[in-house]
């Protein structure tokens, strides 16, 4: 075995035990062990090997869990490696099998169908970069929650997580629709593949948290509420800056963004209450409200003084538990600004103690935006 993997197995999970029986290999009967190793570092295995038993020798051996680490090349041209499945020599997929009950992403080949065929390489090495970076992305957004909030996929029950890519010519739509993220590639003008944003990925896949959490209705300020969420999430898994779409958003002009959390209004976003939007468009204008709350979010992390408030900054890590914690807690499909503020106020005060800075500083942030 330690040949086979190329690696010296100090522990096996299961203790390895011989049972003797007749198998049958290339039209051949044995008289043969069959063995079962199991372990997991360096890296985990589950072989089967079948020993003749009268000479010893390997008759046949097999590796059970196939899945591996791919290496391929992002959008940006960036190297990444993520996990895959191993299904021959010359044929992997993308298909994630180490985290919940998977990751798998798909390709729509330009068609508008959902989710189109499993996305698969000949030798591992991945080039298609709008379908490299949907699969690490939303690796990487279930790393943040699992390891930040101990939550287990969307549905903290290890939900399937499904991604197709190359949905469409051209499209310029990145959506959650209740099963599936789904990524256009944009038109090459207004955007590049929306896939090669992490914020982007992170942003749906709060929505899939959110409805089976929070379930915020999509309108007006509950609908705000569901996009900042999906907005905050995903500057804190997108954790090197406060915008919302910078790598894919109008790919010849740099330093732009679709939005921004610390200063909303660069977007035309507003960033206080006084100045929300009160018509119907885009249901109540739920990704223009967002930005109040959004300031509120960023304040509370980074600190400053916002319309004569001077809000003491608790971090990003802090924020996000109280975020976390509100949405998965106290928020519910109705809740509305006023409740946010409650909600993350109720949720500082659980998880830092009621004279906290950070109970201080989320009552500073609201007040800050106009919340009460
Ligand atoms: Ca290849
Ligand atoms: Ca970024
Ligand atoms: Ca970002
Ligand atoms: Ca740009
Ligand atoms: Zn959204």
Redesign the pocket.
Known sequence: LEDEIDAKVEKFEVKPKGKLYVYIHEDESYLAYEVELNFLDPQPGRWKYFIDADSGDVINKYNMLHEITGTGTGVLGDTKSFEVTKVSNTNYTAKDTTRGKGIETYNARNRLIQPGTLGSDSDNNWTDGALVDAHAHAQATYDYYKNAHNRNSFDNKGAKIISTVHYGRNDNRAFWNGVQITYGDGDGRLFRPFSA???VVAHELTHAVTERTAGLIYENESGALNESMSDIFAAMI????W?IG??VYTPETPGDALRSLEDPTVAGDPDHYSNRYIGPADEGGVHTNSGINNKAAYLLAEGGTHSGVTVTGIGRNDTAKIYYYALTNYLNPNSNFSAMRQAAIQSATVLFGANSQQVESVKDAYDAIGVQ
Not at 238 to 241: E, F, K, M, S, V
């Open positions: 944003g992490l914020d997108d954790n090197d800056d915008l910078e790598d």
